[in-house]
């Protein structure tokens, strides 16, 4: 069983950054891939970064490349995604969730555990 608690986000204006981050209760933490996960108002969720296990491979979403980026630090059980040049269709509630090995990084069903999430507003 694996417990996560999204933190960092809040309001920021375009262009400026926040660093989301994802704390992990458990100690099987650097066995998981690691996703990030987005859901505007009125939108699906839809997929923003995941690292491996070992953040030794990254995979981010075309909308956020160059401006956002997925790290982890398995000694501290966190993963963080930080997010720059912030533009207002940013705007949405953030979830990280852990996968173990079977499915694609980019699909929710491949997760087994989802944090609450965290609000992320940018206004213009």
């Known amino acids: 069983q694996v417990q996560l608690v999204e933190s960092g986000g809040g309001l920021v204006q375009a262009g400026g950054s926040l660093r989301l981050s994802c704390a992990a209760s458990g100690r099987t933490f650097s066995s998981y891939t690691m996703g990030w996960f987005r859901q505007a108002p009125g939108k699906e969720r839809e997929f923003v970064a995941a690292?491996?296990?070992?953040?030794?491979?990254?995979y981010s979403a075309d909308s956020v490349k160059g401006r956002f980026t997925i790290s982890r630090n398995n000694a501290k059980n966190t993963v963080y995604l930080q997010l720059s040049s912030l533009k207002p269709e940013d705007t949405a509630v953030y979830y990280c969730a852990a996968k173990h090995f079977s499915g694609t990084y980019d699909t929710q069903s491949s997760y087994d555990y989802w944090g609450q999430g965290t609000q992320v507003t940018v206004s213009s």
């Open positions: 690292i491996s296990w070992s953040g030794g491979s990254t």
